[in-house]
């Protein structure tokens, strides 16, 4: 249960964040199927995003607490990275509708997309070793490789 969960968020993250990278800095086009791509990454990262969080947060308990959801979303860096995680990923789908100013688009687009990956980072297990190198090559790593994968699956998808 546990990987499949993380392959949702993982492949969420591509989707959208691929897909955007894609249609913004390489294809240079915006079409239904990059929205449709982006739009079920979207869901996909949400969705697992809130799911992991509350399975970690039975695991830690041994069991399922309602009440405590809440109290563990708010008061840890897991929780906290969740939201920024899924706030940032409503901001990317909204940039991705967005037609006007393209360079500002784009510039936003890139931030966000970078601000979002690197929740990831920050809760990676290059975030226990000390200093910042470890968890800067964590994010240079995890956006290349979430820009490439995705790249290639909305390309692939475009030619069918």
């Avoid at 399975?55 to 607490?65: A, E, P």
């Avoid at 470890?134 to 956006?143: G, P």
Wanted: hydrophobic share 50%.
């Amino acid at each position: 249960m546990d990987a499949l969960i993380k392959a949702s968020l993982y492949i969420g993250t591509i989707l959208l964040v691929g897909a955007g990278g894609y249609g913004f800095f390489i294809g240079r086009s915006r079409t239904r199927a990059l929205l449709i791509y982006a739009g079920l990454g979207y869901i996909l990262l949400s969705l697992s995003s809130s799911i992991h969080l509350i399975k970690t947060m039975s695991n830690i308990l041994g069991r399922f607490d309602p009440e405590f959801v809440w109290q563990y979303a708010t008061n840890t860096q897991h929780g906290n990275m969740t939201f920024i995680r899924i706030g940032l990923a409503t901001f990317l789908l909204a940039l991705l509708s967005l037609s006007r100013w393209p360079k500002v688009r784009n510039i936003l687009f890139a931030l966000a997309s970078l601000g979002t990956l690197s929740t990831f980072s920050t809760l990676s297990h290059a975030a226990t070793m000390q200093g910042t190198s470890a968890l800067l090559a964590d994010l240079i790593h995890f956006s290349c490789a979430t820009l490439w994968i995705g790249a290639i699956g909305f390309s692939l998808v475009q030619q069918v």
